[in-house]
């Protein structure tokens, strides 16, 4: 059954309801994983999570409701649900309207890989095998704790009572591998290495083995380091837990219009390093986030919102748009069918620089490089604060010893304006930003 | 009936065969700045089988509850058992447990189910508003409100035949205050298992009170520093110790992996004060069941006691690899997720001092308060976020600083507790471990040293 009908019966049925506007979104994944645990294939599952959920307005009152179940009674039973939500709801003086229907851009390319489709169970084993063996081969003090890999094929609709029906698919492979290395009496830290793409040719299970089994033995002989503040080299995922998050949640423009956001009132203004450009791409070919359209069916597109270090733009979905009588920049996110939508980031993009990352390490007096960060994150102040794992100091640009029980703080506004220099090797994260490791100045280093 | 449906499917099956139906029905309220967000209801439902056949597991889910659909989802099971066993080392055997015929409901006074959902909306409504009226200093702040209605029903080729009904009720609190060019943010929970009667003896109010004065009170002041201290952990927080630290080390499968508890039982890993319990049954706590998902009962199981190893928890097969009886600690999220061994409500039992006692051990160091995400290693790093920092000297409080996250060895810093408040509170939480589920913890204050990652 094409996901159209469900929506379009939901919309059918709720304006006969009489709602003055209503929205249904159906969605339809299908994921395939495989679990290792303790060094073994644990167990393996293939799931399909098929449901509707319908957002209705009646004079400025909202009700959602969703359903697992996608007859026709029960998509009945939930748009009389969210109808009878709707007439107990105060109203939101602040709510306008559903979006308009509008032309949407051609499908971004590399959203949906055919092999990634095809895929079955057995196929998504081997691809764990390939990962294990990945550590394994690599040292025999290696030991595998955890990992998973998943395929992921999926289908969302989305249609309102303005006329709006967006219809797409994508593909998504991940996996990840958390492992340790054992030398004698000592246990490294552990790594988690992992990797996120759409099409079956971009993705290595060996390499994220390898890698997580390289830093697990690199970390071993690790030594503590007397407190000091210095200059952390952030490795793609700690860049995106420490800098782009409060990054986001800072132009994300629900956190602006309600206070939440240190930004507010600050567009045109100096808020990073002038080496900082950073967009939202909705539209970028192969992103994880990547699709033509957004949660309430919007056009997706590339939105500008730090040039140069300087702030130039924000993130709407088309209720916080309405607020201001602007158009929404596409970026209303839905983490399933059975929740409405909220402001996120689509493909968050940091504009890669020139240096790999050894000449990034080459550029550090005194500092650390930091690989995994377990630790809070305030988006709204900035402040952060947790373990650096896999972390090693560095001296005269050149890689010392691995560091334990070492912990890093500081501000991550502070931090994006001590940005010394951006790297050029870029890759996506699970926050779905794309980024390269960036160079900061001025980190708290703590240790015991 | 659905029952009748499994029961006939599983019926002359080959090896051993559980299938788990499951029903989640949600509700909830969240209110932004005084504006309603949306009201949000549903329904998710669906069966899902795991069949050992020659010492392999294989797993499938369905959401469409009928004959046809179930019979494939089954077989799916079995071929993809048969599928990995090559690939498997392990061949797993089940602990026995006596087959269940039985029924639980949570203790329900108030039913959601029979609610008025208006009254719900205005409680969330006032709840924002007196949020609001606390200080000038608050500028946002969201009220959510949750009930999650479960119906479970787990039935097995041994003829276990168990229906359970579990309720929980939940609200969470953020308040942002803002002052000149600082900002910052509080959140508190409350909840319980139960009916909407939790709301009763755990008021949203509470929690959008402890948010709103905390937010506003750390708008003005500093963060905390760095390094090593003594500090005492307030009893609402003491719980991420025990699931943290020692929680995730003490589930057998890490055990497996090389956890630092591996070699411990019967061995002082901790200092005397220290009980560390798992309860399944905790009255009104997160994670209680009476059966676990691979129908085991559940019980209590002392994980430290008196500062002696005592058990790890257990699945049915990692119980059957140990020798020991299962602990009935195998709970999946959904009927998507096969079971996995995870804590239900892990606490420190209290011990007999006042906080003040407590406070006034510190020559210098910090009460910490309000609890944020956390992180474990099997290793015993272990790592939890705190939101305020109360400064000690010489045995009496001091200023309020921003809190931070704060990190240990859990040998270590169960060696060093040398004291545990007389105090308790159990607190709702969710863990997430390959896939989530909801949990408890508890304690009582307690005293040790931890390392602040503070600023310098």
């Known amino acids: 059954m094409r996901l159209a009908e469900p929506a379009g019966l939901a919309i059918k049925y709720s304006e006969k309801l009489g709602v003055d506007e209503v929205e249904a979104f159906a969605q339809s994944v299908r994921t395939s994983e495989v679990v290792i645990e303790r060094g073994e294939i644990q167990n393996e599952r293939v799931k399909t999570q098929r449901g509707i959920g319908v957002r209705v307005i009646k004079k400025k009152r909202l009700g959602f409701a969703f359903t697992s179940v996608l007859s026709k009674e029960s998509i009945e039973q939930m748009c009389r649900n969210a109808d009878s939500l709707a007439s107990v709801s105060p109203p939101n003086p602040d709510w306008v309207s559903l979006p308009a229907a509008a032309k949407l851009p051609k499908t971004p390319l590399g959203t949906f890989d055919a092999d990634t489709a095809d895929m079955k169970a057995d196929d998504v084993l081997k691809l764990a095998l390939k990962g294990y063996e990945g550590a394994k081969a690599l040292d025999k003090r290696v030991a595998i704790d955890e990992g998973k890999f998943s395929v992921v094929c999926g289908e969302a609709a989305v249609a309102n009572s303005h006329g709006v029906e967006a219809e797409g698919r994508g593909t998504l492979l991940y996996g990840y591998i958390i492992c340790a290395a054992k030398d004698k009496s000592e246990v490294s830290s552990m790594t988690f290495e992992y990797d996120i793409t759409r099409c079956l040719k971009d993705f290595s299970p060996e390499r994220i083995g390898r890698v997580a089994a390289e830093r697990a033995v690199a970390s071993l002989g690790s030594k503590a380091v007397a407190s000091f503040t210095g200059t952390a080299l952030l490795d793609y995922d700690v860049a995106s837990d420490i800098l782009l998050q409060p990054l986001a949640a800072s132009v994300n423009a629900d956190n602006i219009q309600r206070g939440r956001s240190l930004w507010a009132g600050k567009l045109g203004e100096e808020v990073a390093s002038e080496k900082l450009t950073a967009a939202d791409d909705g539209l970028m070919p192969k992103g994880i986030g990547s699709s033509s359209f957004d949660a309430e069916g919007v056009p997706s597109q590339k939105t500008r919102v730090i040039t140069d270090g300087e702030l130039v733009g924000f993130l709407h979905n088309s209720f916080t748009a309405n607020k201001e009588k602007r158009h929404s920049t596409g970026n209303a996110f839905r983490e399933g069918y059975n929740v409405p939508p909220r402001i996120s980031v689509s493909n968050l993009v940091v504009k890669v620089g020139k240096k790999r990352l050894d000449d990034l390490i080459a550029m550090v007096d005194k500092g650390i490089i930091v690989k995994r960060f377990s630790g809070n994150v305030h988006p709204d102040s900035g402040e952060f604060s947790g373990i650096a794992k896999q972390a090693s100091y560095i001296e005269k640009g050149e890689v010392k010893y691995s560091l334990k029980e070492t912990m890093i703080s500081g501000n991550s506004f502070q931090a994006l304006k001590n940005i010394i220099e951006i790297g050029s090797e870029t890759r996506p994260t699970m926050f779905q930003a794309y980024t390269p490791p960036i160079l900061v100045d001025k980190i708290n280093v703590v240790s015991k | ?456």
């Open chain 2, 1 to 456: 009936m659905i029952k009748d449906l499994l029961e006939r499917s599983i019926r002359n099956s080959r090896g051993y065969v559980e299938m788990r139906y499951h029903k989640r029905d949600t509700f909830s309220v969240s209110v932004k700045d005084g504006e309603i967000d949306a009201l949000n209801s549903g329904s998710v439902a669906g069966v899902c089988s795991r069949v050992l056949l020659e010492g392999s597991f294989g797993f499938s889910s369905t959401t469409v509850v009928e004959k046809e659909n179930v019979d494939r989802m089954l077989k799916d099971a079995y071929s993809l058992a048969r599928a990995s066993r090559a690939k498997k080392k392990r061949r797993v055997r089940l602990a026995n447990v006596e087959p269940a015929r039985d029924e639980f409901e949570t203790l329900v006074k108030v039913d959601p189910r029979k609610a008025d959902r208006l009254e719900l909306v205005r409680m969330v409504i006032d709840t924002n508003r007196e949020i609001r009226a606390s200080s000038k200093s608050i500028v946002s702040d969201t009220v959510r409100l949750g009930v999650v209605d479960d119906e479970l029903l787990f039935v097995s080729s041994e003829g276990a035949e168990i229906g359970q009904r579990i309720v929980r009720c939940l609200g969470v609190v953020t308040a942002i205050a803002r002052e000149g060019g600082n900002i910052a943010s509080a959140v508190d929970y409350v909840g319980e298992e139960g009916g909407l009667e939790a709301f009763k003896k755990t008021p949203l109010i509470e929690a959008g009170k402890t948010a709103a004065e905390r937010a506003a009170k750390l708008v003005k002041v500093e963060t905390a520093p760095g390094g090593t201290y003594s500090v005492v952990l307030e009893d609402k927080i003491v719980g991420l110790l025990a699931h943290e630290a020692v929680g995730h080390c003490s589930e057998a499968d890490s055990v497996y992996g090389g956890s630092f508890l591996a070699d411990k039982i019967g061995k002082r890993v901790a200092s005397e004060k220290v009980t560390l319990v798992d309860d399944g049954r905790f009255p009104g706590g997160f994670g209680t069941m009476k059966y676990d998902d691979e129908g085991t009962p559940t019980g209590k199981t002392a994980v430290i006691e008196k500062g002696v190893a005592r058990s790890f928890l257990h699945s049915r097969e990692t119980a059957e690899h140990f020798k020991v009886v299962p602990t009935g600690n195998a709970r999946a999220w959904d009927f998507e997720f096969d079971p996995i061994i995870r804590m239900r409500n892990t606490y420190i039992e209290p011990g007999r001092y006042t906080l003040e006692e407590l406070v006034e051990g510190v020559k210098e160091g910090f009460l910490l308060k309000g609890g944020l995400a956390g992180q474990a290693d099997f290793n015993g790093e272990f790592m939890f976020g705190t939101q305020e920092a109360v400064r000690i000297r010489n045995g009496r409080l001091g200023e309020s600083l921003r809190g931070v996250t704060i990190s240990g060895n859990a040998f270590e810093v169960l060696k060093n507790t040398d004291a545990v408040g007389r105090d308790f509170a159990m607190q709702i939480g969710m863990c997430g471990k390959e896939q989530q589920n909801y949990v408890g913890m508890g304690g009582g204050s307690l005293r040790t040293k931890l390392l602040l990652g503070g600023m310098r």
